[in-house]
């Protein structure tokens, strides 16, 4: 069961005054974005263990709490129900020549705003499109898998988009875990309570920070960690027409429907679109 938190509430809408100034509709929405982001840190384990603003667990603690819940953390958000009851949603079925949007629309659920957000904020700062696609597209894959994520997403999205744009995808997950002030990028909380304060990244994933801080497109990765910092605001809302001409000119939408190209995502795509599938 989530318990509102009326003070966390009004400060996350940014104090009594902002939310005087709302409307009735603007109200409702926050707050019905506020339950919806409280059942996904629950569904995440973000709630757990990590006590008041400012204090985090240890990684062992991090770690006891493996046996207290009845998922893996690094389940698809497709496959964890976030629903208080702890029952599944009927989900829509698909066209039958599905595109991103569809995917967007139909399949991302709660990672499709973070992104856009994300996205939108790419843009804002000046970045070329390759990137600010990066960042739409950065952690889609979170509805089929959360482990390893930048590695599955740019698998997912490499037949369909430039280079640079699935490079970025993979490597913004190592990057995440290491700071880069001179470019704007702090060491996030939220990896404090998730892996624990003492945490240390495993030796694969240091090397793979050591190999992109030399490589051509280390900037390209990196923005999409600078511009993720930015893209957990509960309050902004940005919609997908704004990047409906970028999804058309950067990202090779197959004419047979994404899951029916025969790609070498295409199980993927498919698994998105059918996670009730027993087999
Ligand atoms: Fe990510
Ligand atoms: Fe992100």
Redesign the pocket.
Known sequence: MINLDRRELFASLGGLAAVALMSHDARADALEHYMEDKLHAQADGDDEGGGSAGEFPSAAQVKDQITTRHYRRGAGGLFISTDPAGKMKMLPDMPAKPTLVDFFETRFGQFSNHCLQSANKARERGQPDEIVLACLL??TV?SLMRVD??YY?AQMYEPYVPEITSWAIRY??PL?FFADEAAGYTYPDLYRRMYGYDYVPAPHVQAAHEMTKKHKWYYAARE??VS?LYAFDPNAKVSLDSFRDLIAKHFKQPAEGLGYDNSPSAHMWRSLMFPDSPL
């Open positions: 950065h952690d979170q994520h930048g997403g913004h997950q995440r999409v960690t993720d």
